[in-house]
């Protein structure tokens, strides 16, 4: 008699401890997924937010910014500067990965003409996910008969698209 | 007895297995939030930034900017921009750049220009959410306010 409820209960213990063990397996398998995603979600927003920083950089570094007898023009690149350094960059490319990293910066003049202009591509050799930032910036070529920003030139209105390529 | 004892076991499982999806819930909102943010702060730069480059833009009307052509359409009107009014050149150029800037990037927008007596906007105002920039160009003794909404 003592046997059989023995058994009853050691029955009772497993059956327990087996739908105890499905639920974590299961809490498991649905973790394990949810990290999964949130690793690759968190990766793209990694690299939106590194795009995005380097938009914000570029247009204010020293060798891109407009700055005229003492006033800095906001969201501005100025044209000659642009090819200047474009050159420079291709000359010391080592010195600025540190700075852009693997990344892609095009300037896309949008008005009055529509032309393109490639600033800096590095891509990794490795698998790779990649965000686009685009962010709208003024294109300030010195010219006669034109006013922009209280200067004498000219304002283009351009995008700046920065591809971030984070290596998987 | 034992039982009892069985179902405790159960009972107290069951209890960890909901606290720990509980948890996981929780994270996903807090995570959803963080989420949130960070597109506000993108949309607030983008929606500064296009209002800025747009009115500091040199048009082809006497090499004039979008800004300076608003401040002639609400004052004194001298510029004749390819036989037409500045009023009219300005609404069709601010058409070609919010085309080839934010609806290029298939966002949509509710752009408006407000004066004392008159009202002139492009877009079509957010049905949801929307971060918004504003900038205020002066005209003769009073304010034009232009506030560009970008709609999420």
């Known amino acids: ?168 | 007895m034992h039982h009892n004892k069985g179902s405790e076991i159960m009972g107290l499982a069951i209890a960890m297995i909901l606290i720990t999806i509980g948890i996981l819930f929780a994270t996903v909102f807090l995570m959803k939030q963080s989420d949130e943010k960070f597109n506000i702060i993108l949309d607030q730069e983008l929606a500064s930034n296009t209002l800025s480059s747009i009115l500091q833009t040199t048009t082809n009307c006497n090499g004039q900017t979008i800004e300076n052509l608003i401040i002639d359409c609400a004052g004194e009107r001298r510029f004749l921009c390819s036989g037409s009014y500045s009023c009219d050149f300005v609404r069709n150029e601010l058409k070609v750049l919010l085309d080839r800037t934010l609806s290029a990037q298939k966002r949509n927008y509710f752009l408006n220009f407000k004066t004392s007596d008159e009202i002139f906007f492009f877009g079509e105002k957010c049905q949801s959410q929307q971060t918004s920039s504003t900038a205020q160009i002066p005209v003769y003794g009073e304010l034009i306010s232009v506030r560009l909404d970008l709609c999420r």
């Open chain 1, 1 to 168: 008699m003592n046997n059989k409820k023995a058994q009853i209960q050691m029955f009772e213990n497993i059956g327990v401890l087996v739908v105890f063990f499905f639920l974590l397996a299961l809490g498991i398998v649905l973790y394990f997924n949810y990290q999964s995603k949130s690793i690759a979600d968190y990766q793209k927003k990694i690299s939106e937010l590194k795009a995005f920083h380097l938009s914000q950089q570029l247009y204010n570094m020293p060798e891109l910014d407009c700055h005229y007898g003492g006033i800095r023009i906001n969201g501005c690149i100025d044209d000659l500067k642009l090819q200047i350094f474009s050159q420079q960059i291709q000359a010391n490319k080592e010195d600025y990965f540190d700075i852009l990293g693997f990344s892609e910066i095009k300037i896309k003049q949008v008005y009055p003409q529509s032309q393109e202009f490639v600033l800096y591509e590095e891509k990794p050799q490795n698998k790779y996910t990649s965000r686009v930032f685009t962010i709208p910036v003024i294109l300030f070529s010195q010219k006669e008969n034109s006013h922009c920003a209280g200067q004498l030139g000219s304002c283009s209105l351009a995008l700046m698209e920065v591809t971030y390529y984070a290596p998987q």
